[in-house]
T-cell receptor
Framework: DQQVKQNSPSLSVQEGRISILNCDYT??????FLWYKKYPAEGPTFLIS???IKDKNEDGRFTVFLNKSAKHLSLHIVPSQPGDSAVYFC???????????WGAGTKLIIKP | GAVVSQHPSRVICKSGTSVKIECRSL??????MFWYRQFPKQSLMLMAT?????????EQGVEKDKFLINHASLTLSTLTVTSAHPEDSSFYIC?????????????FGPGTRLLVL
C-alpha cells in the first residue's frame, strides 16, 4: 500500500514557464513533507520542506503548497530552467518515528 | 543542511568477495544515518537505519548478515556487502538525519555504484 503517491511518472514543461509537481498521501499521521531533486547516478538533493502547521513555504523559485484536508501537496518551480530537469521525489514523515516514506518520483523535463 | 560524502563512488568486484562502503558526515555529528539502495528507474528503498553506538535497524526483507552496518562514530557509518553476488549490483546511497525545529531532514551522500561480476 503506497502511502505517498506521485501519479505522474513524467512531466514536460517549456523553459520559463511554471512546473507543478504533485504528491498525494494517505497517512494522516504525516506531519512533515519534503521534496528532493535527483540527477542520475547521484544522491538526492534536499530542496524544500513544509510542516503540517503551514500551508505554504517558499524558497526562491520553489514553493511548496500543502492541502491537509485533501492530503495533497505540490511543488511549484517558476520560472523553470534547463537545470531543473531531474527526477523529483516527494517524501513524508511523522514525528513519531521520523522515517521517510517516499513517492515513486516524477521525471521533469524542461524543454528549450 | 549537511555535507555527506561516500567512498568509493563506484566499485567493481568479483562474485563472492566483500565490499565496504563508507559514509561520512562532514559538518555535523550524526547520531542517525540511513542506507538506501536504488534500482534503475525505481524509487529509493530504505535498507536500514544506523544508530551510533548501537545495532542497526533493518527493514523487512533486508538480510542483516549480508549487509553489515557499523556506526562506530558520530561521523562515520559503513555498509559491508558480504559475499557479493551479481544481484547485489545496485546504487547504494547513505543519508544523515538532522533534527531542527522538531523535524528531521535527511541529507544524502553522492551514492556508490556497485557492480558485481
Amino acid at each position: 500500500d503506497q502511502q505517498v503517491k506521485q501519479n505522474s511518472p513524467s512531466l514536460s514543461v517549456q523553459e520559463g514557464r511554471i512546473s507543478i509537481l504533485n504528491c498525494d498521501y494517505t497517512n494522516s499521521m504525516f506531519d512533515y513533507f519534503l521534496w528532493y531533486k535527483k540527477y542520475p547516478a547521484e544522491g538526492p538533493t534536499f530542496l524544500i520542506s513544509i510542516s503540517s502547521i503551514k500551508d505554504k513555504n517558499e524558497d526562491g523559485r520553489f514553493t511548496v503548497f500543502l492541502n491537509k484536508s485533501a492530503k495533497h501537496l505540490s511543488l511549484h518551480i517558476v520560472p523553470s530552467q534547463p537545470g531543473d530537469s531531474a527526477v523529483y521525489f516527494c517524501a513524508a514523515s511523522a514525528t513519531s518515528n521520523y522515517q521517510l516514506i517516499w513517492g515513486a518520483g516524477t521525471k521533469l523535463i524542461i524543454k528549450p | 543542511g549537511a555535507v555527506v560524502s561516500q567512498h568509493p563512488s563506484r566499485v567493481i568486484c568479483k562474485s563472492g568477495t566483500s565490499v565496504k562502503i563508507e559514509c561520512r558526515s562532514l559538518d555535523f555529528q550524526a547520531t542517525t544515518m540511513f542506507w538506501y539502495r536504488q534500482f534503475p528507474k525505481q524509487s529509493l528503498m530504505l535498507m536500514a537505519t544506523s544508530n551510533e553506538g548501537s545495532k542497526a535497524t533493518y527493514e523487512q526483507g533486508v538480510e542483516k548478515d549480508k549487509f553489515l552496518i557499523n556506526h562506530a562514530s558520530l561521523t562515520l557509518s559503513t555498509l559491508t556487502v558480504t559475499s557479493a553476488h551479481p544481484e547485489d549490483s545496485s546504487f547504494y546511497i547513505c543519508s544523515v538525519g538532522r533534527r531542527e525545529g522538531g523535524q528531521e531532514t535527511q541529507y544524502f551522500g553522492p551514492g556508490t555504484r556497485l557492480l558485481v561480476l
